[in-house]
């Protein structure tokens, strides 16, 4: 199953049994929207709702972490997916959520994942059609699903920097990462982890919404000052647009990448943390 899908691919298989499609949208509190009340209003034919917003393990000491194995099981199940199904995840967010819906679940050994090029707002530019209401109620059995795999801690990010094993990549806007001032998401000061490259997500995308080519991407990332060759760390603000890119790196044929899943938020909150600020 390729890791992405097009709009005309997904409406030509709509109506397959062993098909599931995934609404992954997930906005940051200042854009004001509801994700829910909007899948409501409008869904791909046959969509559930994920609620990505509410899938984070709560007893992690890590802002916003990838949700446990037990706790993706149950919400698995309760959606009716089981893991032989083959899933296409999308969004209609800002900060392209449908991504860290793949990043979870792979990382939790799911394989037949695709996430849909250009998302919610392709489909719409395309006049493809539209339900509205809350999703059939469908029930599976829970699976047994492994830890979490690639996924790099604050932990190793600190020996990262002594080593330099790992390139960091920051997926932040560069204004956040080599500004001096407070950050605008999440508060606290501006800055990156010492030695970070910078590739704003927005710059792994075309004109329209979808995913440059994959020689497009290596272009980015080696534009970035990243070594293709060499294995990358992806972080940002909280874990959600690093999940962009590295999704985008995987397109690009890379996949010895791993997710700092506690990224700038735990990063800056801890006083003991190295962090450089201002001009590279």
């Known amino acids: 199953m390729n890791s992405l899908i097009s709009a005309q691919s997904l409406a030509d298989q709509l109506d397959s049994p062993d098909l599931v499609i995934l609404d992954a949208s997930?906005?940051?509190?200042a854009a004001g929207r509801d994700p829910q009340a909007e899948f409501a209003a409008a869904h791909i034919p046959g969509a559930r709702f994920l609620d990505l917003a509410s899938l984070t393990d709560s007893q992690s000491s890590v802002p916003a972490a990838l949700p446990s194995a037990p706790q993706l099981a149950q919400r698995?199940?309760?959606?009716?997916?089981?893991?032989?199904?083959?899933?296409?995840?999308?969004?209609d967010s800002a900060v392209k959520t449908a991504a860290r819906a793949w990043l979870i679940l792979k990382a939790h050994g799911l394989k037949n994942l695709s996430v849909l090029d250009g998302g919610l707002a392709k489909w719409r530019s395309e006049g493809r059609p539209l339900h509205s209401g809350?999703?059939?109620?469908?029930?599976?059995?829970?699976?047994?699903?492994?830890?979490?795999?690639?996924?790099?801690?604050?932990?190793?990010?600190?020996?990262?920097?002594?080593?330099?094993?790992?390139?960091?990549?920051?997926?932040?806007?560069a204004d956040r990462v080599f500004g001096s001032g407070i950050d605008?998401?999440?508060?606290?000061?501006?800055?990156r982890i010492p030695g970070a490259h910078n590739l704003p997500f927005c710059g792994v995308f075309a004109e329209d919404g979808t995913f440059k080519?994959?020689?497009e991407l290596r272009d980015a990332f080696e534009a970035a000052?990243?070594?293709?060759?060499?294995?990358?760390?992806?972080?940002?603000?909280?874990?959600?647009?690093?999940?962009?890119?590295l999704f985008a790196l995987h397109l690009a044929g890379k996949d010895d990448v791993r997710l700092y899943d506690g990224s700038w938020q735990e990063w800056e909150a801890?006083?003991?943390?190295?962090?450089?600020?201002?001009p590279k």
Do not use: F, W
Not at 270 to 278: A, C, I, L, S, V
């Open 134 to 173: 809350e999703a059939a109620p469908a029930t599976a059995d829970p699976a047994t699903l492994p830890p979490a795999s690639g996924v790099a801690t604050k932990a190793e990010m600190l020996t990262n920097i002594t080593t330099r094993a790992e390139q960091v990549l920051d997926a932040r806007g």
């Open 26 to 29: 997930r906005h940051l509190p």
């Open 213 to 215: 080519s994959p020689a």
């Open 225 to 245: 000052g990243i070594d293709m060759a060499a294995p990358i760390i992806t972080t940002c603000g909280s874990g959600v647009t690093a999940s962009v890119l």
């Open 76 to 91: 698995l199940a309760a959606l009716g997916v089981t893991p032989d199904m083959r899933i296409v995840l999308y969004d």
């Open 270 to 278: 801890d006083p003991d943390t190295p962090k450089e600020h201002g």
């Open 184 to 191: 605008p998401v999440y508060g606290g000061q501006n800055g």
